[in-house]
């Protein structure tokens, strides 16, 4: 029977992580290529996480102000661009937030930092689906409207797998200190 390498073994701890996500395909996807920052470290992967998340908003953010300085849209679209471009930009204003945060946790403080990052990466996905909500009605048929929704899913599609994989890593750290304050208190 072959030996399973460092690496295989991260692999599958990415893989059984991003199977409690909704998206689990792109999770796996989107954080394969940091296993060996990650390597078994539920801290590490909800960061490497947060990191994507923060990425796609940006570059998000990026087309939605580049469709925003085209001209020739409908007064509609263009007001939904706009629109669309602030709550992209509060998407990334929130996952910087969220990754700066999340970096300088330790036990102390642990939950208070936590509930920062829970909200500010809940906020995120806020600003992330109220973009999308702009382009759903049938007046906002067209190119536009097919670009920016495929672009604000698939960003809004990583920052939900982000927010699950914190809170897995916020619900392990709970366990291990239960269990790090119980061994304490043994005869």
């Not at 690496?7 to 395909?25: H, S």
Request: proline fraction near 3%.
């Amino acid at each position: 029977m072959a030996k399973s390498s460092p690496n295989d073994v991260t692999t599958d701890f990415i893989k059984a992580e991003c199977e409690a996500t909704l998206y689990p395909a792109l999770c796996i996807q989107c954080l394969s290529s940091y296993s060996t920052t990650i390597q078994n470290s539920h801290k590490q992967l909800a960061q490497a996480a947060l990191s994507v998340s923060l990425s796609r908003a940006q570059s998000t953010a990026s087309f939605i102000a580049k469709l925003a300085r085209i001209r020739g849209f409908k007064p509609i679209q263009h007001r939904a661009v706009r629109d669309c471009l602030a709550n992209m930009a509060n998407s990334v204003d929130q996952l910087s937030r969220s990754v700066k945060e999340l970096a300088g946790m330790r036990d102390d403080d642990f939950d208070w930092h936590e509930n920062n990052v829970d909200s500010w990466v809940g906020a995120a996905l806020t600003f992330e689906n109220t973009c999308l909500d702009l382009f759903a009605g049938p007046t906002m048929d067209g190119n536009v409207k097919v670009a920016v929704r495929r672009m604000v899913m698939d960003c809004a599609q990583v920052t939900s797998n982000a927010l699950a994989l914190v809170h897995r890593y916020a619900a392990r750290h709970s366990t291990d200190v239960a269990s790090s304050e119980s061994n304490h208190n043994l005869p």
